[in-house]
């Protein structure tokens, strides 16, 4: 059976060739703090490539096909990709965000900067918790601006024509709005550590 005939098989075989190749690499020993940081990536760009996939190809390709009378239309869009694409992003973002507060925890509270302190931007830890602070707004855009309004545009939730034009409006202003924090939220998070690119 060849594993890249599934997702499941895909996930799996991908990460049996991390592990092997980290071990390859010589390791450096079992930490829980960089399987944390592993995973704050790995969820990270996992919600932030459906969010560019949703800003850059979904929400155009919907008007486009709204657009083309007697194309094929949106429906399959809405039906089969959009609540799956929707599935992993909300849930991506969850994950992101604790294992980022778990990262900041196990990387700057020996250095004095727990969440509280890295969130009231004391001195040293402006840039995490300026980053900290953007990526937290993201995942409040996404469960109680951009899910809930998602929900009436794909019929899970019921609403009237004119209840989901609002949602809709409500939902894609939303997804911009993460759009936009995304770069400079992205720039702070490597900026910590790293150094500004500018
Ligand atoms: C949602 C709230 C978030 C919090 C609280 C958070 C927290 C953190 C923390 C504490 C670090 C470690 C910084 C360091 O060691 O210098 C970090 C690094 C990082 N984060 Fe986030 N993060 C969040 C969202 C995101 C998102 C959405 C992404 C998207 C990909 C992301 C990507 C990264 C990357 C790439 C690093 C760099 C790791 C490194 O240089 O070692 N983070 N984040």
């Not at 929400?59 to 709204?66: K, R, S």
């Not at 094929?72 to 992993?88: C, H, Q, T």
Request: glycine share 12%; proline share 5%.
């Amino acid at each position: 059976m060849n594993p890249l005939k599934s997702v499941n098989g895909a996930i799996i075989t991908s990460l049996l060739l991390m592990a092997a190749l980290g071990f390859a690499l010589g390791g450096s020993g079992f930490s829980v703090q960089n399987l944390d940081r592993w995973l704050h990536i790995a969820s990270g760009v996992t919600w932030i490539g459906l969010l560019y996939y949703f800003n850059v190809v979904q929400v155009p390709a919907l008007a486009a096909a709204a657009a083309d009378k007697g194309g094929p239309g949106a429906a399959g869009i809405s039906k089969y990709v959009a609540p799956r694409a929707l599935l992993w992003f909300r849930w991506a973002a969850v994950v992101t965000a604790l294992s980022g507060v778990i990262l900041i925890e196990f990387a700057f509270r020996p250095a004095g900067g727990g969440f509280m302190q890295v969130m009231a931007l004391k001195d040293g830890f402006q840039i995490i918790g300026i980053g900290s602070w953007l990526g937290l707004i993201m995942l409040f855009n996404v469960w109680v601006l951009i899910w809930p309004n998602q929900k009436k545009v794909l019929g899970i939730t019921p609403a009237t024509d004119e209840q989901k034009a609002t949602a809709r409006n409500v939902a894609l202003l939303a997804s911009r709005t993460n759009f936009v924090l995304s770069l400079p939220m992205l720039m702070c998070m490597t900026g910590q550590s790293h150094g500004l690119p500018f």
